[in-house]
């Protein structure tokens, strides 16, 4: 393994208009004044409670930056690093997808029977 030194990260732009951070200067970008409110008015209760589990979560590995854009919610640190738009039982139906998708290969039904 080769013995590489890691540059420094350079300090994050700001946009002016928008007061939002990027780590590349000048980053296309849509400036929003979208508040993370605005994206809970008229949700699910259970909804919201999903989002701030994911949050919590993602908080777990350090502090981060909650973005409210136009039509989603990203988590940055250098970079945004997720991106969740609310819907009405958006977590449980994708959850039940890949609990029924994992449990298929549980049961190895991806699999071609081999022909002899």
Same mark, same amino acid.
């Given at each position: 393994m080769t013995d590489r030194k890691l540059r420094p990260a350079q300090a994050l732009w700001t946009c002016p208009k928008s007061g939002r951070a990027f780590a590349s200067r000048n980053q296309f970008h849509f400036c929003s004044d979208? =508040? $993370?409110? @605005?994206h809970f008015a008229g949700r @699910? #209760? %259970?909804?919201? /409670?999903?989002?701030? /589990? $994911? $949050?919590?979560? /993602?908080? %777990?590995?350090? #502090?981060? =930056?909650?973005? #409210?854009? %136009?039509t989603r919610i990203a988590f940055q640190v250098r970079m945004s690093f997720a991106a969740f738009s609310l819907r009405r039982h958006w977590v449980d139906d994708e959850v039940a997808r890949w609990r029924a998708e994992a449990y298929s290969v549980g049961e190895q039904k991806h699999l071609k029977p081999r022909v002899r």
């Amino acid at each position: 393994m080769t013995d590489r030194k890691l540059r420094p990260a350079q300090a994050l732009w700001t946009c002016p208009k928008s007061g939002r951070a990027f780590a590349s200067r000048n980053q296309f970008h849509f400036c929003s004044d979208v =508040r $993370l409110e @605005d994206h809970f008015a008229g949700r @699910d #209760p %259970k909804v919201i /409670a999903t989002f701030h /589990a $994911l $949050l919590e979560a /993602a908080e %777990k590995s350090g #502090p981060i =930056r909650i973005l #409210p854009e %136009k039509t989603r919610i990203a988590f940055q640190v250098r970079m945004s690093f997720a991106a969740f738009s609310l819907r009405r039982h958006w977590v449980d139906d994708e959850v039940a997808r890949w609990r029924a998708e994992a449990y298929s290969v549980g049961e190895q039904k991806h699999l071609k029977p081999r022909v002899r």
